[in-house]
């Protein structure tokens, strides 16, 4: 049984830091992702990581944002530098699962960023 559990949301003021885990377990992962829904808006890709390490992000968390990974820990961070209001958002782990070729969601963790 696949489960993706995510840690490290919480409340910061803006400017600050959170860093976000994201543990996997139940079957093999190449890549991750973090994503995220504000209310009223669609779920958003912040950044992915590729089983060769290779990373990409959104242009709004670009410089702030670092996406890692731990493969011996089938866990995936997300560093969150330099916080703003707008990215307080519910943040969904993401794992595509190699041996049944298809992806999964945690349960979501919130973050909230205060003027």
């Known amino acids: 049984q696949v489960q993706l559990v995510e840690s490290g949301g919480g409340l910061v003021q803006a400017g600050g830091s959170l860093r976000l885990s994201c543990a996997a377990s139940?079957?093999?992962?190449?890549?991750y992702g973090w994503y995220r829904q504000a209310p009223g808006k669609k779920r958003e890709l912040v950044a992915r990581?590729?089983?060769?390490?290779?990373?990409n992000y959104a242009d709004s968390v670009k410089g702030r944002f670092t996406i890692s990974r731990d493969n011996a820990k089938n866990t995936v961070y997300l560093q969150m530098n330099s916080l703003k209001p707008e990215d307080t958002a519910v943040y969904y782990c993401?794992?595509?699962?190699?041996?049944?070729?298809?992806?999964?969601w945690g349960q979501g963790t919130q973050v909230t960023v205060s003027s």
């Open positions: 993401n794992a595509w699962g190699n041996l049944d070729a298809r992806g999964y």
């Open positions: 990581i590729t089983s060769g390490v290779s990373t």
């Open positions: 139940g079957s093999i992962f190449s890549m």
